[in-house]
């Protein structure tokens, strides 16, 4: 089974909301290992007199989970911790 984390990234540049993109995939893949897509969710830009100043992009980043060797796959009901004794 494969599972997947998606995390929210915005990127920003003066130049262009295709750069704003670029950019937010280029820091994700700074610290994040094996992503899989990305998908722009929201353009954005500031404006200062009349003028575009810095565009923006909201990018949603996935990624694979890697599964530790430590990893149960038991589940407990929602709202129940695990307790150790005292």
């Known amino acids: 089974m ?17 750069a704003a993109a670029h950019e ?3 820091e ?14 929201d353009w954005t830009a500031s404006v200062d007199d ?3 100043t810095t565009y923006e ?3 949603e980043v996935t990624f694979l989970v890697h599964q530790s060797r430590g990893y149960s796959s038991r589940r407990r009901p929602l709202g129940t ?3 150790s004794s005292p």
């Open 2 to 18: 494969t599972a997947v984390k998606v995390a929210t990234i915005l990127g920003t540049s003066a130049e262009s909301w295709e």
């Open 24 to 26: 937010a995939f280029h």
């Open 28 to 41: 994700a893949s700074e610290t994040i290992e094996n992503i899989h897509r990305i998908e722009v969710e």
């Open 50 to 52: 009349g003028e575009i």
């Open 57 to 59: 992009a909201t990018v």
């Open 81 to 83: 911790c695990e307790r």
